[in-house]
T-cell receptor, first 111, second 115 residues
Framework: RKEVEQDPGPFNVPEGATVAFNCTYSNSASQSFFWYRQDCRKEPKLLMSVYSSGNEDGRFTAQLNRASQYISLLIRDSKLSDSATYLCVVNRLNTGNQFYFGTGTSLTVIP | DVKVTQSSRYLVKRTGEKVFLECVQDMDHENMFWYRQDPGLGLRLIYFSYDVKMKEKGDIPEGYSVSREKKERFSLILESASTNQTSMYLC??????????????FGPGTRLTVL
């Protein structure tokens, strides 16, 4: 079983739509959680960390459900510039501090 | 701004050649990582290092070695390049605070083609 699983999409949504991505992780010892954004032919960049209480940054909301071992990302009022691949990332200390990446979910926002 | 730089954006090598990929970070991070990224497989960890001269194998270390002689520099070495090592190689660095990792900062990547 993969450490981190995401629906690869693609998600094609109109401007202004709300879109949600989910991600599941297999190891309950995972301790840190992140969403990264990767534009075509570019390196991944941190979008937001995910905290147990949930957190919001403008149009982006991230939530963590430890009991069900999943992480979500909600994007409200989608913009054309949100088109990218979104990577779910988890980290745990008992494997030498490795980060585990999902394969990414592709989002295209259509005018 | 944290900056992670990689020695080449594009590299073409022949089968059997020894290949060096260099990564330098300027934020005094203890931890550095080498990944490869392939379509449908995502990022896979090759090696990481949490201190100078220290290294740990990741998920796919076979065919690779690494060197960390200075804190800011982490090198990936392909001893004898093969066509299945054609990929995008990404270097990253991270700070450890209070036992937990902060975000990873990535370099721009090196697209390696082995002919």
């Amino acid at each position: 079983r993969k450490e981190v699983e995401q629906d690869p999409g693609p998600f094609n949504v109109p401007e202004g739509a709300t879109v949600a991505f989910n991600c599941t992780y297999s190891n309950s010892a995972s301790q840190s959680f992140f969403w990264y954004r990767q534009d075509c032919r570019k390196e991944p960049k941190l979008l937001m960390s995910v905290y147990s209480s949930g957190n919001e940054d403008g149009r982006f909301t991230a939530q963590l459900n430890r009991a069900s071992q999943y992480i979500s990302l909600l994007i409200r009022d989608s913009k054309l510039s949100d088109s990218a691949t979104y990577l779910c990332v988890v980290n745990r200390l008992n494997t030498g501090n490795q980060f585990y990446f999902g394969t990414g979910t592709s989002l295209t926002v259509i005018p | 701004d944290v900056k992670v730089t990689q020695s080449s954006r594009y590299l073409v090598k022949r089968t059997g050649e020894k290949v060096f990929l260099e990564c330098v970070q300027d934020m005094d991070h203890e931890n550095m990582f080498w990944y490869r990224q392939d379509p449908g497989l995502g990022l896979r960890l090759i090696y990481f290092s949490y201190d100078v001269k220290m290294k740990e194998k990741g998920d796919i270390p076979e065919g690779y070695s690494v060197s960390r002689e200075k804190k800011e520099r982490f090198s990936l070495i392909l001893e004898s390049a093969s066509t299945n090592q054609t990929s995008m190689y990404l270097c990253a660095s991270s700070l450890l605070t209070g036992g937990f990792y902060n975000e990873q900062f990535f370099g721009p990547g090196t697209r390696l083609t082995v002919l």
